[in-house]
């Protein structure tokens, strides 16, 4: 690893930087994020409050249409007129009324709701209007006002040029969602209607009138005037105000980029979703025809409390952001002279520590070159004057450390002489041992010779045994005589399997069988007796080649193996599994008895190695186990802590072929 180039001064003045920058700005973001936050949130407060306003000059209008449609129908003289059908004064009224107080429309029915005076298109009675949800009322001696949508052959009804005004081309707009038609026809009309009643109450018909909201921008821009006072930023107007048609701006003070009033755009995709479809308040940042403002919207609802558009006020956005920007630039400005001011007060501050380092460096230059009397002066308390005394302390400690080590030296010969020695010992040992392996192969050798002796011995002692009476003195010695022959049989046979293993007879065989055929021979042994046995086999263990007679001779060797180490009591499991990889078979033999320590686990395998008493094993079942799993290409792994039992697992390809023993 290289050494870094910087000196101590240049990283000290470098981390502090890197902090007070991330530092720096990370404050920066959160009072961004914070102080835009509170700006927009006062905004959409505001806009709120706006939105209130916005809906009392509506509500106003509607009052007042309302009180005019209310006051007229009162009136005696009209009453009088419509009971002896004076066409042409209902007509000259009611005209002067509409003209009086700038109605769009204004008609008469009588109690069958049949037109009988229409003031705008005086040509067009005798319709029925009793179906329209007002005049229905009307007839029934209430005095109601809503908005309404009024289809085109209604408005045709009251005048052509009114249906005109109503007829919108609708007009493509950004964020705005898919609409098919591209003509509105339909027109948003403010209406009351109110009731004319004789002296005894009966209802002699109905009055009704109104205007039309569409292109008619009395209410919006009386909301823009009174509300934001016509106030501008940059040349554009801070606020507006639009009456919607379900998602159509049929009266707006929102412009066009070539300044012309937006007739005919539509709201964004997102409104349209809150307001008209699920009928919720719209109090966000949102996108208005060309530029994104702070918004206000409600849904508008009908006398039968259907959604059928939207009263929107709004207040441009960027001024806001502009602010927030201002801010933040002056706060950055602020921050970046705060940086340059602590840096030069860093510079000086380092100064202080540098220096006692520095005569430390030099002290450390002298000492190197041999001068083990130089000190460094100690001048202040803190951790640097901790730092040079512990550093003369250094100083003292390695000319005592320097002294021992010429010491040392001169008693280092003696103790590599000692060490020599002690490595000859070691050869010896070695030596030894090797005669000791050779010893037991010239043993494995001759056991064949001894074989065909201790068979006669074996023999004859049976033989000899049988003829002697149970009584005689020498019954007993006979029958250890023929005892201990078998055991050295025994022996010998195992000697010459070591020595001269059997070729495995190679034949597509169950693994599962065989272990229960290993426990089948075993299990009813009263050394079996208290061991709880746990099978855990997969049922889905593939066959494979291998020789069946020498793998239960492995199998029965560790069963036995495990049983004697738990004294005959305790559990054993055995689990036949395959690898992650599924190129192995893995059978495992767990105990749960006294364990195997460190030291035996590294000789378990070597022949005449065993750990039972003198007579109670040969030392070479294990042996003869690790070979037989060598000749089939697998391996035998002992996982074990002293008094925490032990697992043997047995390790062996999976081969489908026959013939896959030779490769």
């Given amino acids: 690893m290289n050494p870094s180039p910087f000196s101590l001064r240049t990283k000290l003045i470098l981390s502090f930087l890197v902090v007070i920058i991330f530092g720096g700005l990370f404050s920066l973001i959160i009072g961004w994020r914070l102080v835009k936050n509170t700006l927009i949130g006062q905004a959409q407060l505001k806009v709120k409050h706006d939105l209130s306003a916005a809906w009392m000059v509506f509500n106003e209008r509607l009052n007042d249409i309302k009180d005019i449609i209310a006051l007229t129908s009162a009136r005696e003289s009209l009453q009088q007129a419509l009971k002896e059908n004076q066409q042409e004064i209902l007509l000259k009224y009611l005209q002067k009324v509409r003209r009086g107080y700038s109605l769009d429309f204004l008609t008469l029915t009588n109690a069958q709701g049949q037109v009988v005076i229409r003031t705008r298109n005086p040509g067009w009675i005798g319709d029925d209007q009793s179906l329209d949800e007002l005049i229905s009322r009307a007839l029934q001696g209430e005095v109601v006002a809503s908005p309404q949508i009024l289809p085109r052959e209604e408005l045709l009804k009251e005048g052509e040029e009114l249906a005109e005004k109503a007829r919108m081309k609708i007009l493509p707009t950004p964020k705005a969602a898919p609409r098919e038609e591209d003509v509105e026809t339909r027109g948003m009309v403010l209406k009351a209607a109110a009731p004319l009643l004789d002296e005894a109450g009966n209802i002699l018909g109905a009055l009704y009138g109104g205007i039309l909201l569409n292109r008619n921008y009395e209410i919006v821009d009386r909301v823009k005037g009174i509300v934001y006072k016509d106030e501008k930023y940059k040349g554009r107007e801070i606020g507006t105000a639009t009456i919607f048609q379900h998602d159509l701006r049929i009266s707006t003070n929102v412009r066009n980029k070539d300044g012309s009033r937006a007739i005919g755009t539509r709201v964004s995709q997102e409104v349209s979703q809150a307001v008209l479809k699920e009928g919720q308040p719209w109090i966000d940042r949102a996108f208005v025809v060309n530029d994104w403002y702070i918004t206000a919207y409600e849904p508008i609802h009908n006398i039968k409390g259907e959604i059928i558009g939207m009263l929107y006020v709004g207040m441009l956005e960027k001024p806001y952001l502009d602010t927030t920007n201002r801010l933040m630039l002056t706060f950055t400005g602020m921050a970046s002279l705060c940086v340059v001011v602590l840096l030069i007060l860093l510079y000086f501050s380092t100064t ?260 039972k008493e003198v007579g109670k094993g040969t030392g070479l079942g294990l042996a003869i186990s690790y070979s037989i799993i060598q000749k089939h290409k697998g391996t035998i792994e002992v996982i074990s802590q002293p008094n925490e039992g032990a697992t043997f697992i047995v390790k062996l390809p999976i081969r489908n072929k026959q013939d896959e023993e030779k490769t």
Avoid at 488 to 510: G, M, N, Q, S, W
């Fill in 352 to 611: 202080r520590i540098i220096n006692p380092l520095q005569k430390m460096v030099t002290a450390t230059q002298r000492i190197a070159q041999g001068d083990l009397s130089h000190k460094v002066e100690v001048t202040s308390a803190d951790e640097i004057g901790r730092l040079a005394a512990s550093f003369n302390a250094m100083v003292d400690n390695l000319k005592e450390a320097n002294k021992k080590l010429i010491e040392w030296g001169k008693t280092l010969e003696k103790k590599v002489e000692e060490r020599t020695k002690e490595l000859t010992a070691m050869q010896a040992h070695l030596i030894q041992s090797e005669k000791l392996a050779s010893l037991g192969k010239l043993a494995a050798g001759i056991a064949h010779e001894i074989n065909n002796p201790l068979g006669g011995i074996l023999i004859y002692s049976h033989l000899i045994l049988e003829d002697t009476d149970k009584n005689s003195p020498h019954y007993e010695n006979l029958k250890k005589i023929v005892k201990e022959t078998a055991r050295c049989k025994d022996i010998v046979k195992r000697l010459l399997e070591f020595a001269r293993p059997k070729e495995p007879e190679f034949t597509l065989v169950d693994i599962n069988e065989i272990v229960e055929k290993s426990l089948s021979i075993v299990e009813r042994q009263v050394l079996f007796q208290n061991i709880k046995i746990i099978r855990d086999y997969d049922s889905h263990l593939p066959r494979t080649v291998a020789d069946g007679a020498q793998l239960q001779q492995v199998f029965t060797n560790i069963i036995i193996n495990a049983a004697e180490a738990m004294d005959g009591q305790g559990t054993l499991t055995i689990k036949t599994s395959r690898d992650s990889q599924e190129k192995y078979i893995l059978i495992s033999f767990s105990d749960t008895g006294h364990g195997i320590s460190e030291e035996d686990k590294k000789r378990i395998f070597e022949p005449f190695f065993t750990t």
